[in-house]
């Protein structure tokens, strides 16, 4: 799996002072459209590496990182570019979709 675990130990180091844009995948392991999105991801990870640094967050694990973006429904997709929000995602998109927003975000 090409996409990176982030904690709030990790966080800084892995999103904000990432060289790459990022695309934060905020989850939890119960959500049926967060496991439906999962190959959707995992796809954009391995397709975009190199250019795109792709992480998930686990929701319950990582409240204070899902209460810092104002996160109240999963999946949440953040783009995030330079420490910087630049657009968002609530709920399921599809590959095609979310290839589309990741190109609008840049």
């Known amino acids: 799996m090409a996409e990176t675990i982030v904690t709030r130990n990790n966080f800084i180091e892995e999103v904000e002072k990432s060289d790459l844009p990022v695309l934060a995948d905020f989850y939890a392991d ?18 975009y590496a190199g250019s795109l640094k792709v992480v998930r967050i686990n929701v319950d694990e990582e409240p204070e990182l899902t209460g810092s973006f104002g996160i109240s429904s999963i999946p949440a997709l953040m783009y995030i570019k330079k420490g910087q929000l630049i657009g968002s995602h609530i709920g399921y998109i599809s590959k095609t979709e979310l290839e589309k927003k990741i190109k609008e975000w840049e």
């Open 30 to 47: 119960w959500c049926a459209p967060c496991q439906m999105i999962l190959p959707v991801i995992s796809e954009i990870a391995e397709e």
